[in-house]
């Protein structure tokens, strides 16, 4: 054998780490990438939740808004009413008015018929 066959190369000894980090650092990747995934779900899922919220108080909001213009209407109709009320109590009182001013009508024509039948009664003589 010639010396160059006879040249030793030194290799490292493989102890197996090199691979191991590689699938560590994968591994560790793959766990990031799927915590990445996870949180990124959650947050589709809260976004959902939000949206559905948002749409429900949307709903909430307009049902509020035909509420408080039926109220304000029904207060309008209440208004209107009191004052038909008023009116028509106000209307009873002159109903009593008149009823009591036709009764004295009454009684003072009558006290006036006597009255000329006394003064009639007295030119005869």
Known sequence: MSKPDQTTIKIRAYDGKAAGDAQS???EEQNNAL???KKTAQLQEE???SLGHLKAIELLQESLRQEQAR???M???NAA???QLKELAGQEN???KVAGLEAKIKELTEVLGRISGIAAAGKAD
């Open 25 to 27: 650092n994968l591994s």
């Open 35 to 37: 915590e990445l995934v």
């Open 47 to 49: 976004k959902n939740r």
């Open 71 to 73: 109220s304000a209407e």
């Open 75 to 77: 207060a309008r109709v």
């Open 81 to 83: 009413l009191e004052a």
């Open 94 to 96: 002159n109903d009593k």
